[in-house]
């Protein structure tokens, strides 16, 4: 998250409304059909993620429904966490839904979903872009989840159906009516997709 003044007198933190890759905003990274290892740092000043891992299929043959008309549905990604800010760890840990992770009985809660993230915290998973019905053409995303509106603390998570099907989906509007859109309505804007991979041969 960028902004070119920063008021240094905020004690509640500074939460932003777009969500910046490596800087860049909205970017999409061409990947080959292979494993890759991605580093994910929480580099906000006031910000927390919880992030997730989808697969767009076309039609609706997919676990989660997409827009109503949009003809697309997504799947979870399973995927692996191999290190955090401990380095890395003793046992690869799998995101796949096999295990429940926090012990609530809900094994989908982490299919492709990682933990909430800190600031300055990082996790290193490790993605195969191989599997899972996973082909060259084919596109995946970074979802986060977690709302976060007050600097203080994060909010809820927002399920994957909400935001995938557009049912959560903040707008903006012009609150002072000077012609200028300047407040977000409905939600957290930084709640949604935020990354985009391109699958290749």
Do not use: C
């Amino acid at each position: 998250e960028v902004q070119l003044w920063f008021n240094i007198f905020n004690l509640d933190g500074f939460i932003g409304d777009q969500v910046l890759v490596n800087l860049l905003w909205h970017p999409y990274l061409d990947v080959r059909a292979r494993r890759y290892r991605f580093r994910i740092l929480d580099a906000s000043v006031s910000r927390y993620f919880a992030i997730a891992l989808v697969h767009q299929v076309s039609g609706e043959a997919g676990e989660i429904p997409g827009p109503t008309g949009s003809g697309i549905s997504y799947n979870r990604v399973p995927f692996h966490m191999i290190g955090n800010d401990g380095n890395i760890m003793e046992h690869a840990v799998p995101f796949d839904g096999r295990m429940d992770l926090d012990g609530d009985g809900d094994l989908l809660d982490h299919k492709g979903q990682l933990p909430t993230i800190g600031i300055a915290e990082r996790y290193d998973i490790v993605v195969d872009f191989a599997k899972h019905g996973i082909k060259p053409g084919d596109k995946l995303y970074f979802v986060n989840v977690l709302e976060h509106t007050k600097g203080r603390r994060p909010g809820a998570r927002i399920p994957l159906e909400a935001i995938l099907s557009e049912q959560y989906k903040p707008q903006i509007e012009d609150g002072d009516n000077d012609g200028a859109a300047d407040r977000w309505v409905g939600g957290d804007p930084a709640v949604g997709r935020f990354l985009e991979f391109r699958v290749h041969a």
